[in-house]
């Protein structure tokens, strides 16, 4: 298994920082040692580890790097956001919005421009690239969209809407990106993903991620749900049940939170992992930590 693990908690101003991602890809990381050992490589971007071309580059040079016998796996936990699409590719999103990762370069002055976030569509090409080499794609993304805020300091919303500016500055984002700011090839109708990998996401793009806690102890209810969820169904769980598993348990923890699964057929009846991996063994479990009921911790 080739795994992409990426978490951002510590964003640059006026981006608001988060406390629980760096600890959700640690413990994403010790199930699938659990269950992998010698078998799982890594490639880990962490805080400002995790630019664009930090973030590309580990998909260019490591999962592109799986082969036919091979899994391949991209996780995020981080700040996810939204732009509008421009007049001219407004046909590729008929929401006139495209989603977008926020990376810890995002923003960054870059002459007249400035450092773009991940956009959907551009990881929809890159993942199209990784599955016509890898045998079985799988993606976990542990955030959201921009939501409204929360007075609990140990609540945050895992979600940034950048400030509608005219100014050389973050507030450049607020607007649809000239096509030539896609990663080449992202817009040439090339990228279509047509089931072609299975997808774990945090919540629907009208809501909010959460994460909770404080300190070592910070935590994503998704990411915190999806560790439960495995480590309890073992090596045979199905995508489908895994993602009933995880909503069930993060409905336990947060409100307008709803984990979704893509496809919702054909690929999400297979093993999670394509089978891949074998059930942790005695004293290599992660520890189980539960999730907050929310009436404590919103």
Not at 116 to 129: I, Q, V
Not at 154 to 175: C, I, K, M, N
Not at 269 to 281: K, N, V
Request: proline share 7%.
């Amino acid at each position: 298994m080739h795994a992409l693990l990426v978490g951002i908690d510590r964003y640059p101003a006026p981006i608001p920082a988060l406390r629980g991602c760096a600890n959700d890809i640690d413990a994403i990381e010790a199930v699938l040692r659990g269950r992998l050992d010698d078998r799982l490589l890594v490639r880990r971007l962490i805080d400002e580890a995790a630019t664009r071309d930090g973030v590309v580059a580990g998909f260019r040079e490591h999962l592109m790097s799986a082969g036919g016998d091979d899994v391949a796996l991209f996780v995020f936990a981080g700040h996810g956001s939204e732009e509008p699409v421009g007049p001219e590719y407004a046909r590729l999103e008929p929401t006139t919005r495209i989603q977008t990762l926020v990376l810890h370069d995002t923003g960054r002055p870059l002459g007249e421009r400035v450092q773009r976030p991940l956009a959907d569509k551009e990881l929809a090409m890159m993942l199209g690239s990784v599955a016509r080499r890898a045998g079985h794609v799988s993606v976990v993304l542990d955030c959201c969209h921009s939501g409204s805020g929360t007075r609990d300091p140990f609540v945050r919303p895992r979600g940034w809407t950048p400030p509608r500016s005219t100014e050389r500055d973050l507030g450049r984002l607020a607007f649809a990106r000239d096509p030539e700011e896609f990663l080449p090839g992202t817009l040439d109708g090339s990228s279509s993903l047509a089931a072609t990998h299975v997808a774990l996401a945090a919540c629907g793009s009208w809501e909010t991620a959460k994460e909770f806690g404080s300190g070592s102890a910070a935590r994503g209810a998704f990411s915190v749900a999806l560790e439960q969820s495995l480590l309890a169904l073992g090596e045979n769980a199905t995508y489908r049940a895994l993602h009933a598993t995880v909503a069930s348990r993060v409905a336990q923890s947060a409100h307008d939170h709803h984990p979704e699964l893509h496809p919702t057929t054909g690929l999400s009846d297979q093993h999670f992992l394509g089978a891949s991996s074998h059930p942790c063994g005695p004293g290599s479990r992660s520890p189980v930590r539960p999730i907050r009921d929310s009436t404590s911790s919103r």
